[in-house]
């Protein structure tokens, strides 16, 4: 799976989110996230209460180079592009830290990558 290169504006950039160091989407950011997660096929008829991957249900990505590497579902499951997948694999395993398993999950993943975290921002 490819990540979509997205452009960034000093009018349109990311702003900082209270002290997670993560910053929260912008509109191009969160145009790229949601195609993204929006790859996930669902099935016709499917209890979308009960399906983890739905580009509704993304709290975050790692942006690397301008670009989506990897999204995190509020369940913690991790949607990656395939190129950066076996880096990450093994973080996987690391649930280690307590507290929010995706904002674990998305640390980690930027820290591995050198990316940046870029969260949703909440929904409501």
Same mark, same amino acid.
């Given at each position: 799976? *490819?990540t979509m *290169?997205? /452009?960034?504006?000093?009018?349109?950039? *990311?702003?900082?989110?209270?002290?997670?160091?993560?910053?929260?989407?912008?509109?191009?950011?969160?145009?790229?996230?949601?195609?993204f997660a929006? $790859?996930?096929?669902?099935? *016709?008829?499917?209890? $979308?209460?009960?399906?983890?991957?739905?580009?509704?249900?993304?709290?975050?990505?790692?942006?690397?180079?301008?670009?989506?590497?990897?999204?995190?579902?509020?369940?913690?499951?991790?949607?990656?592009?395939?190129?950066?997948?076996? $880096?990450?694999h093994a973080?996987?395993?690391?649930?280690?830290?307590?507290?929010?398993?995706?904002?674990?999950?998305?640390?980690?993943?930027?820290?591995?990558?050198? /990316?940046?975290?870029?969260?949703?921002?909440?929904?409501?």
């Amino acid at each position: 799976m *490819a990540t979509m *290169a997205i /452009g960034s504006t000093s009018s349109m950039a *990311a702003t900082r989110t209270g002290g997670t160091g993560a910053m929260q989407a912008n509109a191009k950011q969160m145009k790229a996230i949601l195609e993204f997660a929006g $790859r996930v096929q669902v099935p *016709a008829g499917a209890d $979308r209460d009960k399906i983890d991957n739905l580009p509704e249900k993304v709290v975050g990505a790692v942006f690397v180079n301008g670009k989506v590497a990897a999204v995190v579902y509020q369940s913690g499951v991790v949607m990656s592009d395939d190129s950066v997948g076996p $880096r990450i694999h093994a973080l996987m395993e690391q649930n280690a830290g307590g507290g929010n398993l995706a904002q674990t999950r998305l640390r980690l993943i930027a820290e591995e990558l050198g /990316g940046t975290v870029v969260m949703v921002p909440p929904k409501g």
